[in-house]
């Protein structure tokens, strides 16, 4: 096993780099706005489990380190198990009830009953299954589990004797029917989706298997209705069907939340509260709005709430509601984002990060609001310099509530200019990259470069009213409204970041991933802002994006207003597709994507290579999405900072392995001369 710690000279470095934002220790999934809790409190109460994970690109794996440490800080962390494969997760997409993800599987410590043992998911050999450590780390870790399938979760019984363990076999069967059908050949139905595999793949519902283990013997069984219930959350049949986030409380007490439009697609909620004796009270009030998780707090008839809040929902709140006083009250407002929370004793256990600071688990006082930190996995970063941080609000020429945040380099003097790249779509918790993690937004500025860190706008007012998933994207994509309110937001962020005097903007760069990938196209269709681009997938256009995903997406398209291959295709399309406007489009574009996507955007890289466009392609092999492989994310943080540095600064990384890449860039159209170019090493200019 590789070691997970930072070599010293890493340590001593002041300067927040590329190199450092690759290693940086995780506690649970990367993105933290709706991940879940990635830890778990013991019994008594006096100690916390959690998995830390480490990247190293050179070894293209993790370290992932089972760890254990006391609520209060008394001791220091100690590490119990180490190991095991990264665990991805997998969501339903469309009719196709497992896609896998780039990011990780929940996978929280479960404590014994008694607190002897800790239970964790573990994967050895391509096989997920439940390991047992011991917290005091006397006995060895071993495998409680050898299941067929991979284990998705799993929780001890009340006497610690056995496991509930949850598998899919539906998975592993449908995929053994289809390959049946491979001496015959695959009939290309709409089981295909040629961007995820080259053979039909497993569609419809599969349903979940409970099973009990019992941990003396090994033996398995079926699980009973009411083994089965410690993994489905309970839901009381009076409840309302449309209730979501159900608490039960102490002393017959419970509370959920409810829409306020329950025909409404989208519709904003309150919170409703059923006390002992079957009255119901509720929150009605807009205070009360965009709540998140419910808790009771453990002694007391207290409910917390975890709220997103403030301007276009960029900050996080918690309310305390005590059931004597009549409304809610804030306890928290913060521009940091709070992850997995729980409660405990007069505390809230979360994981907190902000916009230049790394994830910790914290314990925040329930009557005070004030924090201490718990455990920081990052303790080699104390001293590490990141951007200036500066929050920018406005309305876009809709009226939508909008906000950016602009990174400046720590170093920024006043009347200094610096070329700004914009990332986007999401500006939540520690900047890293972005929604896909792709562009480092805190060492760019530390190279020398402004970033627009843009969060973009919420649906219309009309998509909010939808009944309906279909209408809801129907409503988005008349006349491509989505599309031009996010970049009438990104405009009026653009304006703001260079009324501060900070940015040049003469040299301004845009990169883009998912849907931040369109919000590229359509700004360097649509507008003038930008010098250069970099694109995390490409594209959405006429002719790839549809057949590259299969004839189930196609048709989806098709429901959501979008024409392929029928009379009025380009007029549709022109106001978005880069092929049609390739005789105005004379913007560096670089494409990094994953091998289960770059298809969809073929007849965009044929179209303005044959133009001598400056395109550059990238495949990323056995990756999703979200990219997950720790060499892939080093490879794309450098050469996306290469390429913004190459266009915007005329710099070079001049080391001899990057020789091809800027000969070939230099033939592009449109490229700095060779006399303008200037090596930098990352820290320096070189002579």
Known sequence: MFDETPSSAQAQRSAFTLDDQVRIADIGRTAPTGAPSAFEISPDGERIAFVVKRANPQANAYCLRLMVTTMDGSETETEIDRGGEFIRDDFPL???????????????????????????LKRIDGSTQVWIADPAGGNPTHRATAMPDDVDRFAWTADGNGLIVQTRPGIRQQAEAIAQEAARGFLFDDRFSPQFADRPIPTGEIAPEYVFVALGDGSVRPATASEAELLVAHRPATLPAQAREYAAGPD???AWLEPKHPDRLISPSRIAVMQPGGSRISCDAEACEGIRQLWWTTAGQTLLALQGTGWANSQMAILRWDMEEGQPRSLLTTDDVLIGCSPFANELICAREGAARPRRIVAIDIRTGAER???????????????????L?????????????????????????????????????????GTGDEVPIHPLANRGFAVLSFDRPTFSAAALTATSEEELV???????????????????????????GAVDAGRMGISGFS?????????????????????GSCCEDMYSYPTAAGPRFTDFVRAMGYRHFEAGTEEFWRPMSLILNVDTVDVPILIQTGDSEYEGGLDVIETYSHRGRAIELYVLENETHV?????????????????????????????PARV???????????????????????QSLLP
Request: glycine letters at 8%; proline letters at 6%; one cysteine or more.
């Open 627 to 655: 990219k997950w492989q720790p060499a892939h994310r080093q490879a794309i943080y450098e050469r996306s900072t290469e390429w913004f540095e190459f266009w915007l600064m005329d710099r070079i990384n001049c080391d």
């Open 252 to 254: 017959g007490y419970a």
């Open 515 to 535: 849907d931040g990938g369109s919000t590229v196209q359509w700004a360097l269709i649509n507008s003038d802002l930008f010098q250069v681009a970099s694109m």
């Open 660 to 682: 091809q890449q800027y000969r070939r860039w230099s033939e592009m159209e449109g490229a700095p001369s060779s006399e303008e170019l200037k090596c930098f090493d990352g």
């Open 393 to 433: 609000r406005f309305r876009n020429a809709y009226g939508s509530e909008s906000f950016a945040d602009l990174v400046l380099p720590p170093d920024h003097r006043p009347g200094q200019q610096h070329p700004l790249v914009v990332v986007q779509y999401t500006s939540d918790g520690f900047l890293r990259g």
């Open 94 to 120: 469309r009719d196709f009830p497992t896609i896998m993800g780039g990011w990780d599987r929940p996978n929280a410590p479960r404590w014994s009953p008694d607190g002897a043992r800790i239970g964790y």
């Open 373 to 391: 930190v718990v455990y920081d996995p990052n303790p080699d970063l104390a001293n590490a310099v990141f951007g200036t941080v500066q929050r």
């Open 474 to 500: 129907r409503a988005n994509r008349a006349d491509w409204i989505d599309r031009r309110r996010v970049q009438s937001s990104l405009e009026i962020a653009l304006e703001l970041a260079i009324e501060t």
